[in-house]
């Protein structure tokens, strides 16, 4: 019986997609990380447990995590109703949508393959079909897209590009179809959807501009009658509902992210985002020493060479590619794309501590992906099979392997922790989430040589409060305490240590240390309401008995629904033997705290000792 080609062909997306979570099952036996955002995103909010209205409300209105993304926030409520907290079930979820973009990706590459050998029906389609499908493959088994699949808070990205790649299906539709309009609209509403699932497709204009140049070729002409000629504005109104689309999620972005961006001047920034263009780079020729941190340059290293002349590599790249633009057009368009979808989280505006991340190169890697299929396929045509097949299966069979093991890195904090280390071991952030993760572990012997190796790299008051901490939980009262202090010489202001500082000593006995630490705190910050508290609790006990009282109004002035300090007024008060004072604090922190039993005891013994009414 005859093999059917053409069926064999139409099951390439299923074989993807198959292959895809072949490759990542390891990530089904993954927990999740604990790193900050799967512990606020998962753990430290229940309001996406479920999609009734009320969770659905908050999923469309919220920009917790400084982002705007409700649909992402709708897979993790199926997720959840479909799993509960089972970390397999987040996991699955993020695969499916990893292996749909895949085969997505295939129907991408084999259109545009196809539309740019319009002048050239000799052409096979089988080989169309097979340059797809290595596109799709290297896309889908480049270990640069583990975080995206294995971390279930990066999901974002995955749920944004599949929106993103059905809009370009449907936009790659649209300019020969009978039905153009319908597609178009098609185009505007899924590009919407992603944009609901994450704001990363804010350049993505950019990209369908490029591919109007090439392969859709719908600029023709010459001059000026190409850009703006009648044809040519069609093309262009088309874009007004992607650039408003576009526009809006900026403003969202920026609104989410008020307050946590560094630096908003891009001309100050141009040496970190030619970095970040050429990791991304790098890290796709070369896929090796992936983690979810990376060292961040310092000042000194941007300055200096060779990281002071890649924005020159970057400008002359680009200029030869435009000059080239004729003999190569497919080249220009993958790498157009490339930056325009890079450029918004290069740095060029600087926020966060991380400079580059893995799951940012998600959709540029399917377009480097793209290109390198057409590449493929032309050195295919040219009769030299053997060598492209054999080039062909070792780069997915290599890419499949490190994908492989870069899943399992993700199996556990502590795991995926010791590989930061490893890959950065100069970056404080990685010893610092080490040193968190051991001491979540009950390791905390451990975690103060992690600490110290932080401190040694960047000297910061958190690091020594986290530090002091270890050291404490160890018994070494007089280290601890000095890690404490060395935190509050650095900021004053750091109440935290003051508070962490005044609780050693306390424990220890030292009470007039912890009285002039909690002294110092509250000047240092007049409106450190539990401070004035904790200090009233410390001058009581030493009979400082007025002083303590004064502590204690000073905390309800500044906060007048604080049950505790009510309490411990209405018991200092009941002490001095000013009992219907007594009783009116309590009874005011009763009303404030009904559950303050410590409140209700107070209260029926003040009440017990008031003296008889006379007969």
Same mark, same amino acid.
């Given at each position: 019986?005859?093999?059917?080609?053409? +069926?064999?062909?139409?099951?390439?997306?299923?074989?993807?997609?198959?292959?895809?979570?072949?490759?990542?099952?390891?990530?089904?036996? !993954?927990?999740?990380?604990?790193?900050?955002?799967?512990? !606020?995103?998962?753990?430290?909010?229940? !309001?996406?447990?479920? #999609?009734?209205?009320?969770?659905?409300?908050?999923?469309?209105?919220?920009?917790?995590?400084? #982002?705007?993304?409700? #649909?992402?926030w709708v897979t993790y409520g199926f997720d959840y109703l479909l799993w509960g907290m089972n970390p397999a079930g987040f996991h699955a979820t993020s695969l499916l949508f990893h292996a749909a973009n895949a085969a997505l990706l295939y129907a991408i590459a084999l259109s545009l393959y196809r539309l740019a050998r319009r002048k050239d029906p000799a052409r096979?389609?089988?080989?169309?079909?097979?340059?797809?499908?290595?596109?799709?493959?290297?896309?889908?088994?480049?270990?640069?897209?583990?975080? &995206?699949?294995?971390?279930?808070?990066?999901?974002?990205?995955? *749920?944004?590009?599949?929106?993103?790649?059905?809009?370009?299906?449907?936009?790659?539709?649209?300019?020969?179809?009978?039905?153009?309009?319908?597609?178009?609209?098609?185009?505007? =509403?899924?590009?919407?959807?992603? @944009?609901?699932?994450?704001?990363?497709?804010?350049?993505?204009?950019?990209?369908?501009?490029?591919?109007?140049?090439?392969?859709?070729?719908?600029?023709?002409?010459?001059?000026? &009658?190409?850009?703006?000629?009648?044809?040519?504005?069609? $093309?262009?109104?088309?874009?007004?509902?992607? *650039?408003?689309?576009?526009?809006?999620?900026?403003?969202?972005?920026?609104?989410?992210?008020?307050?946590?961006? !560094?630096?908003?001047?891009?001309?100050?920034?141009?040496?970190?985002?030619?970095?970040?263009?050429?990791?991304?780079?790098?890290?796709?020729?070369?896929?090796?020493?992936?983690?979810?941190?990376? /060292? $961040?340059?310092?000042?000194?290293?941007?300055?200096?060479?060779?990281?002071?002349?890649?924005?020159?590599?970057?400008?002359?790249?680009? $200029?030869?590619?435009?000059?080239? +633009?004729?003999?190569?057009?497919?080249?220009?368009?993958?790498?157009?794309?490339?930056?325009? @979808?890079?450029?918004?989280?290069?740095?060029?505006?600087?926020?966060?501590?991380?400079?580059?991340?893995?799951?940012?190169?998600?959709? /540029?890697?399917?377009?480097?992906?793209?290109?390198?299929?057409?590449?493929?396929?032309?050195?295919?045509?040219?009769?030299?099979?053997?060598?492209?097949?054999?080039?062909?299966?070792?780069?997915?069979?290599?890419?499949?392997?490190? &994908?492989?093991?870069?899943?399992?890195?993700?199996?556990?904090?502590?795991?995926?922790?010791?590989?930061?280390?490893?890959?950065?071991?100069?970056? &404080?952030?990685?010893?610092?989430?080490?040193?968190?993760?051991?001491?979540?572990?009950?390791?905390?012997?451990?975690?103060?040589?992690?600490?110290?190796?932080?401190?040694?790299?960047?000297?910061?008051?958190?690091?020594?409060?986290? #530090?002091?901490?270890?050291?404490?939980?160890?018994?070494?009262?007089?280290?601890?305490?000095?890690?404490?202090?060395?935190?509050?010489?650095?900021?004053?202001?750091?109440?935290?240590?003051?508070?962490?500082?005044?609780?050693?000593?306390?424990?220890?006995? +030292?009470?007039?240390?912890?009285?002039?630490?909690?002294?110092?705190?509250?000047?240092?910050?007049?409106?450190? *309401?539990?401070?004035?508290?904790?200090?009233?609790?410390?001058?009581?006990?030493?009979?400082?008995?007025?002083?303590?009282?004064?502590?204690?109004?000073?905390?309800?002035?500044?906060?007048?629904? =604080?049950?505790?300090?009510?309490?411990?007024?209405?018991?200092?008060?009941?002490?001095?033997?000013?009992?219907?004072?007594?009783?009116?604090?309590?009874?005011?922190? $009763?009303?404030l705290d009904p559950n303050l039993s410590s409140a209700k005891r107070s209260l029926e013994k003040a009440r017990a000792a008031l003296p008889s009414a006379p007969r």
């Amino acid at each position: 019986m005859p093999i059917d080609r053409s +069926r064999l062909l139409s099951l390439l997306p299923l074989f993807i997609a198959l292959l895809t979570v072949l490759v990542f099952l390891p990530v089904l036996h !993954n927990g999740f990380v604990g790193f900050a955002d799967d512990d !606020n995103n998962l753990f430290r909010t229940t !309001n996406y447990r479920g #999609l009734g209205w009320a969770e659905l409300r908050w999923m469309f209105t919220t920009f917790y995590m400084t #982002l705007y993304r409700p #649909l992402t926030w709708v897979t993790y409520g199926f997720d959840y109703l479909l799993w509960g907290m089972n970390p397999a079930g987040f996991h699955a979820t993020s695969l499916l949508f990893h292996a749909a973009n895949a085969a997505l990706l295939y129907a991408i590459a084999l259109s545009l393959y196809r539309l740019a050998r319009r002048k050239d029906p000799a052409r096979g389609a089988t080989s169309d079909h097979l340059a797809a499908a290595l596109a799709a493959l290297l896309f889908a088994l480049h270990p640069i897209t583990v975080e &995206t699949v294995a971390w279930v808070s990066a999901r974002g990205d995955a *749920v944004a590009a599949l929106f993103i790649l059905v809009s370009v299906l449907c936009y790659l539709r649209a300019p020969e179809s009978a039905l153009r309009r319908r597609w178009l609209i098609a185009a505007w =509403f899924f590009y919407a959807l992603s @944009l609901l699932s994450k704001a990363g497709g804010v350049p993505y204009p950019i990209v369908l501009l490029a591919l109007d140049v090439y392969p859709l070729r719908r600029f023709r002409g010459e001059g000026k &009658t190409k850009w703006f000629g009648s044809e040519a504005q069609h $093309v262009w109104l088309e874009k007004l509902p992607f *650039v408003v689309l576009s526009i809006a999620a900026a403003l969202l972005a920026v609104v989410g992210k008020t307050g946590y961006i !560094n630096d908003y001047r891009p001309w100050a920034n141009i040496t970190r985002s030619a970095y970040s263009l050429l990791f991304y780079l790098g890290k796709m020729a070369l896929p090796q020493n992936f983690s979810i941190i990376y /060292p $961040v340059p310092s000042p000194a290293e941007l300055a200096s060479w060779p990281i002071a002349a890649y924005p020159l590599l970057v400008t002359a790249v680009t $200029v030869a590619i435009v000059l080239a +633009r004729n003999r190569w057009p497919a080249l220009a368009t993958i790498w157009f794309s490339y930056l325009a @979808l890079l450029l918004p989280v290069s740095g060029i505006v600087k926020y966060g501590y991380q400079l580059v991340s893995d799951r940012y190169a998600y959709l /540029p890697l399917a377009m480097c992906a793209i290109g390198i299929g057409a590449l493929t396929l032309s050195i295919w045509e040219k009769s030299v099979r053997l060598a492209v097949l054999l080039a062909a299966t070792a780069a997915l069979v290599t890419l499949s392997f490190i &994908t492989w093991k870069q899943t399992q890195i993700w199996h556990d904090p502590e795991r995926l922790f010791r590989r930061a280390v490893a890959v950065a071991p100069r970056s &404080t952030l990685a010893h610092r989430y080490l040193a968190a993760t051991l001491m979540d572990e009950g390791r905390p012997e451990e975690a103060v040589v992690h600490y110290q190796r932080a401190l040694a790299l960047t000297d910061y008051p958190e690091g020594h409060l986290e #530090l002091a901490d270890a050291l404490s939980l160890q018994g070494q009262t007089d280290a601890a305490a000095a890690e404490y202090r060395a935190a509050v010489r650095m900021d004053p202001f750091f109440l935290a240590a003051r508070v962490s500082l005044g609780d050693l000593l306390v424990r220890h006995g +030292r009470i007039d240390e912890a009285i002039a630490e909690y002294r110092d705190a509250v000047k240092a910050e007049p409106a450190f *309401v539990e401070g004035h508290n904790n200090l009233g609790l410390l001058l009581a006990s030493r009979g400082k008995i007025d002083e303590a009282v004064g502590e204690y109004r000073e905390a309800i002035r500044l906060k007048p629904d =604080f049950a505790l300090a009510h309490t411990n007024l209405g018991d200092t008060l009941l002490f001095q033997g000013k009992i219907p004072e007594a009783i009116t604090e309590l009874e005011t922190a $009763v009303r404030l705290d009904p559950n303050l039993s410590s409140a209700k005891r107070s209260l029926e013994k003040a009440r017990a000792a008031l003296p008889s009414a006379p007969r």
